[in-house]
């Protein structure tokens, strides 16, 4: 077992590598997003210094707590729920938001996104599972979504997010997020996390959000 975040940072990296090779695809086609949340700098700075430059975090204001005057170089994800409320703020330090998922929120992405000049990447969260308590389109709405948030608000998303139901094999959720993004034309696909990252590698990941086995479990 690797103890260190250093060497737990390491381990999944060469695991990302050789799921990505399995998958016949290449390793430099899967970022991996470090999920910083909750974390202790201690256990965060030695994978910063490791070199590892993208981070995920759930909340704007831990985030900017945690990473401001530190983000020169890096690149942020926002990864849990957006408020509209932060919505300006969200625009103005997160370099990818992960979770739009209703049309009030692009709505004031957009008008933030006008009005600051910043334009964050955009990930559509979709809730594969349907679940009541959790974020996202489900999938039988995602495609007029996804036209909505284009033609309306103009805001070109660059793919999917999906976090599948923790009791059920992430598979079918994961090939039924790539089969979303297929047939809307959007090539990022955000899924796997720490249980099930290289299985999203196997069907298409291009980013898996990796937490808890990169720096621990959280407090
Ligand atoms: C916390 C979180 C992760 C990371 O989870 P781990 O199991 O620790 O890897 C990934 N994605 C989202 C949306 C999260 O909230």
């Not at 625009?91 to 979770?99: G, H, K, M, R, Y």
């Not at 796997?192 to 590698?201: P, R």
């Amino acid at each position: 077992m690797a103890s260190s975040p250093a060497d737990s940072y390491a381990d999944v990296v060469a695991r990302i590598g050789r799921a990505a090779q399995a998958a016949g695809r290449s390793p430099s086609d899967v970022t991996l997003v470090a999920v910083s949340k909750l974390q202790p700098w201690e256990a965060v700075a030695p994978v910063l210094a490791a070199g590892q430059r993208v981070f995920g975090e759930n909340r704007v204001q831990e985030a900017q707590e945690r990473w401001s005057g530190k983000s020169e170089g890096l690149t942020l994800h926002l990864i849990g729920p957006l408020q509209t409320n932060k919505a300006a703020d969200a625009v103005a330090f997160f370099d990818v938001i992960e979770t739009l998922d209703r049309e009030k929120l692009a709505r004031f992405l957009a008008d933030e996104i006008e009005k600051q000049g910043r334009s964050p990447r955009l990930y559509v969260q979709v809730n594969t599972g349907e679940e009541p308590q959790k974020a996202g389109v489900i999938p039988a709405e995602a495609d007029a979504f996804i036209a909505t948030v284009r033609k309306t608000y103009g805001l070109e998303p660059v793919g999917l997010m999906c976090i599948p139901p923790a009791d059920e094999p992430a598979g079918p959720h994961f090939a039924l997020l790539a089969k979303i993004a297929a047939r809307n034309g959007l090539a990022g696909l955000s899924m796997g996390m720490s249980g099930d990252f290289e299985t999203a590698i196997a069907f298409g990941a291009t980013s898996v959000r990796v937490g808890s086995a990169v720096f621990g479990a959280r407090h």
